[in-house]
């Protein structure tokens, strides 16, 4: 085989495996807890970031939290060199958590009102990723009606509320409102973010054009930017599922915890294809695969002659139909890439290469290729749905949704029979 793949590192069974989890510290004692936390969540496979209060700050230095997570820490919203680094509203984008522990009695009160008057209530308010909070205070001030109504209205807002613990408190009390364990937290956070679609399921996705070489400076391609095939790996990532991606020449970085193995020819894709078909759940056939290439490559570069010149071609295997004719072979998702017709066209694909499902679009004049949005028509056998113009990273994701609804019911049907 060519290439070495480490296996230890694509197999997880870490109950947050790259979830990324932001942090948020506020001031009161228990943000000394907060420093064990970071360690547990990243003992749980979480990919951690912090972003401290100013008075969280007064507690806990920064220099711990940046060592524990790896990663540097964010006090505020007027650090140019942070900002530059990754903004605030990136920092928002890229949770998939946020879960504030400790939850002091302000910061409640201030994002219960929508304030983004410091980076972290602003994080709070720029962010579409679930919002946890782990209330700690003096007991006093946990059982105030002002802190309980601010309460009721987070929970309203479907914010999860961890704790408070009962028991001795640092101000010499006994009663609500101490941080739970960092364990408990963990536990508390996996419990509530509930099984992903694709836990446990290895998914292998192919991507981007493939090149066939004409002679050692020319080469017939395609015009596959990868991008949604980048994007289906890092959608069935974030679903819970472990991923292997065949790329063929594309300008895209990897994405977060995705195995990849780069290809050239359709043919060096089929051998990485197929390797790897036996061993996994899911395949989705995301690349725009030449359907021909050269009989013959030349060694040295072609030289003009004044004369036409006859390339004759020969055609590539369909590596998508050698996969569904294997004795056992995963789950299997197509792409249709079609300027007319694109139902009948896709349907009949469907069907004549045993697939389980085929996600259309429409390619033309602004569609499609090269650029960062599209439409998907979804077929299977005995269903239709359409998937609206969005950007390819939200498409990938509803994608993966529902690749994942029909792998589960095929396979309901398959152990039942
Ligand atoms: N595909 C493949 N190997 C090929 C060609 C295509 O695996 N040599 C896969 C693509 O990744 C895609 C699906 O097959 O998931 C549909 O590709 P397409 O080229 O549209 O299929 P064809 O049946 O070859 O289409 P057409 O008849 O339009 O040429």
Known sequence: MPFALSEMSYMSDAPLDRVRVLLGVSGGIAAYKAAELVRRLRDAGAEVRVAMTANATHF??????????????????????????????????????????????????RIAHGHADDLLSTLVLATTAPVSVAPAMNQQ??????????????????????????????????????????????????????????????????????????????????????????????????????????????????PAAVQRIDV???????????????????????AAVGDYRPRAVATSKLKKSGKPLALELVQNPDILAEVAALPEHPFLVGFAAETDDLERYARDKLERKGLDMIAANRVGEALGFECGENALLLLWPGGREELAMADKNVLAKSLIERVAARHAAVHAKTSKA
């Open 60 to 109: 806990v230095g920064v220099a711990t939290f940046q060592a524990l997570s790896g990663n540097p820490v964010r006090t505020s919203l007027w650090d140019e060199s942070a900002e530059a680094a990754m903004g605030h509203i990136e920092l928002a984008r890229w949770a998939d958590e946020v879960l504030i522990a400790p939850a002091s009695a302000d910061l409640l009160a």
């Open 141 to 254: 001030m946990w059982a105030n009606p002002a802190t309980q109504a601010n309460i009721a209205q987070l929970r309203e807002r479907q914010v999860r509320v961890f704790g408070p613990a009962v028991g001795n408190q640092a101000c010499g009390e006994t009663g609500a409102g101490r941080l739970p364990e960092a364990q408990e937290l963990v536990a508390a956070l996996v419990a509530a973010r509930g099984p992903r679609p694709l836990d446990g399921l290895r998914v292998l996705v192919s991507a981007g054009p493939t090149f066939e070489d004409i002679d050692p400076v020319r080469f017939i391609g395609n015009r596959s930017s990868g991008k949604m095939g980048f994007a289906v790996a890092a959608a069935a990532v974030q679903a819970g599922a472990s991923v292997r991606l065949i790329s063929g020449p594309v300008a895209l970085p990897t």
């Open 264 to 286: 050239r020819s359709a043919r060096q894709m089929r051998d990485a294809v197929i390797a790897a078909a036996g061993s996994h759940d899911i395949f989705i056939s995301a």
